[in-house]
Every structure is written in C-alpha cells, then in structure tokens.
C-alpha cells in the first residue's frame, strides 16, 4: 500500500486498536491535525512554497482483519499490477482523508474513481430485485 501512495502517508501500519472499521488515518505525535491542516491552507497571506510543511505527515493504520483488507491483499498477492488493485488503495486512503477530517488532494480523481469502481461493481454483479 505505501508503494502505492507514495508520498502521501509517512506511513501505512497495521493496527490492533482498530475493531469495525477497514482504516483510519492519524497524525505523527507533534503534527497537525485535520482541523489546524485546514485552518493554516486557509491563511490569507500563505505561499506555494508553505504548503509542504503546512500539511501534516499522515499515518494510515489498517485492520489486517477486515474483509475488505482480506480481499485487497489476495487480489495483490495474485497479480501485483492490478489496476483495480491501485484504484482500491487509492480510494482507500481518499475515504480515509474524507472520514477522518482531512481534505482530497484532487476531488475530480476521486469522483471519477468512484465511479470507475462502481461501473466495475454494476457490470460484474447486475441488480436483482424490485
């Protein structure tokens, strides 16, 4: 998953705290949280050149016993260049930002990724009922 998002997260640590949910993100110790991350993009008289330390090193924890984890690690595990592979981890940690206060990077990428998974979703497995 870190090899994925690259950048984006300091890290991607396997959690023991986490119970119900797939994920979650958190900050480093000293960091910012989402709410101060927002007020300082905010700043009125902020530059471009700000930004790097003005948003915070994400750490994304997840639960190895959730099925959705269970399901992205065999689809890694049998092929490691699966483009549904990608796009699930990306949506992963855009939702993750999304749940747990942080803003998106890029919207329209996440929009037309949801909707690129939910074509994938529709035509694999069609509706039935009322």
């Known amino acids: 998953m870190k090899d994925i998002l690259g950048d984006k997260v300091e890290k991607v640590v396997v959690s023991d705290r986490i119970v119900d949910s797939s994920y979650c993100m958190v900050t480093v110790e000293y960091g910012w949280n989402a709410n101060m991350e927002r007020i300082m993009k905010a700043q009125a008289l902020r530059d471009n050149s700000m930004s790097s330390y003005m948003s915070s090193k994400k750490i994304m924890e997840i639960n190895p016993d959730n099925e959705i984890m269970e399901e992205l690690r065999k689809r890694a595990k049998a092929d490691k260049n699966d483009k549904s592979v990608k796009d699930l981890v990306l949506l992963l940690f855009e939702t993750t930002l999304l749940t747990s206060g942080f803003s998106f990077y ?9 909707h690129r998974m939910l074509k994938l979703g529709v035509i694999s497995q069609p509706c039935i009922g009322p």
């Open 106 to 114: 890029d919207p329209n990428t996440f929009t037309v990724r949801i």
